[in-house]
C-alpha cells in the first residue's frame, strides 16, 4: 500500500514569488496536516484539512494557505515567498477515529529553497 | 498552551546498551501518544504508539506511559549505530481540547549510538 506521496521533493524559488506544493494521503485517509520544519528546529504546524475543510490552522501569516480536493489530496501554497520560508514542509495523512486515536503518517517532504 | 517537553540531547550510548528516552508533557486529559525516529535530512517515520499506562514492547522497542506523572518514555535495547537519529515525542489532545485532532510534537532527543 502506497504512503503519503509528496511533490515536488525539491523546490527552488526566488524571494516574493509563489510556491504551491502537493500531497497525496494513505487510501482511506480523510485528514490531511501540514508542517514546517525548518533546519535544526522543531515541527511546526500548519494546516488541517479534513473531509474537504480546513479544520484548523498554525499561527502562521495568511500567505501560507492550502485546501484539500475531494480525493483527499491536497496542496499548500506560499504566497509572497520569504528567505525564511525555506524549510522542510511535511504532509502527513491520517484517518481521524475520535478520542484522540489518530494516528499521523508523513510523506518523504518536500524542501522549498528561497533564494 | 499544550506543551511536549523532550531533552534536545545529544544522548550518546555505546552499542548495544539500552538508550532511554523520555518525555513530558502538560495537557493531563491527553490520550495517546507517539515516537517517530527522524533521520537527517529525512522526514519522521512513525515508531510507535501507545495509548494505556503500562509498557508497550515491539522488537528493540518498549514505550512507557504513565499518565499519572504524565511522562513517556522510549526504551532501545541492544542499541545499533542505525539507531542513531533525532526521536520526536507527538502527543495528541484530550478531547476537551474540542475535537482538535492536531498532534503536538516535541523538539526531540538527539540520540547518538557510537561503535
Known amino acids: 500500500e502506497a504512503g503519503v506521496t509528496q511533490s515536488p521533493t525539491h523546490l527552488i524559488k526566488t524571494r516574493g514569488q509563489q510556491a504551491t506544493l502537493r500531497c497525496s494521503p494513505i487510501s482511506g485517509h480523510t485528514s490531511v496536516y501540514w508542517y514546517q520544519q525548518a533546519l535544526g528546529l522543531g515541527l511546526q504546524f500548519l494546516l488541517w484539512?479534513?473531509?474537504?475543510?480546513?479544520?484548523n490552522r498554525g499561527n502562521f501569516p495568511p500567505r501560507f494557505s492550502g485546501r484539500q480536493f475531494p480525493n483527499y489530496s491536497s496542496e499548500l501554497n506560499v504566497n509572497a515567498l520569504e528567505l525564511e520560508d525555506s524549510a522542510l514542509y511535511l504532509c502527513?495523512?491520517?484517518?481521524?477515529?475520535?478520542?484522540?486515536?489518530?494516528?499521523?503518517?508523513f510523506g518523504e517532504g518536500s524542501w522549498l529553497t528561497v533564494v | 498552551q499544550k506543551e511536549v517537553e523532550q531533552n534536545s540531547g545529544p544522548l550518546s550510548v555505546p552499542e548495544g546498551a539500552i538508550a532511554s528516552l523520555n518525555c513530558t508533557y502538560s495537557?493531563?486529559?491527553?490520550?495517546?501518544f507517539f515516537w517517530y525516529r527522524q533521520y537527517s535530512g529525512k522526514s519522521p517515520e512513525l515508531i510507535m504508539f501507545i495509548y494505556s499506562n503500562g509498557d508497550k514492547e515491539d522488537g528493540r522497542f518498549t514505550a512507557q506511559l504513565n499518565k499519572a506523572s504524565q511522562y513517556v518514555s522510549l526504551l532501545i535495547r541492544d542499541s545499533q549505530p542505525s539507531d542513531s537519529a533525532t526521536y520526536l515525542c507527538a502527543v495528541n489532545p484530550s478531547a476537551a481540547s474540542g475535537g482538535s485532532y492536531i498532534p503536538t510534537f516535541g523538539r526531540g532527543t538527539s540520540l547518538i549510538v557510537h561503535p
Open positions: 495537557d493531563r486529559g491527553s490520550q495517546s
Open positions: 484539512y479534513d473531509e474537504g475543510e480546513e479544520r
Open positions: 502527513a495523512s491520517s484517518l481521524v477515529l475520535g478520542s484522540g486515536g489518530n494516528t499521523i503518517y
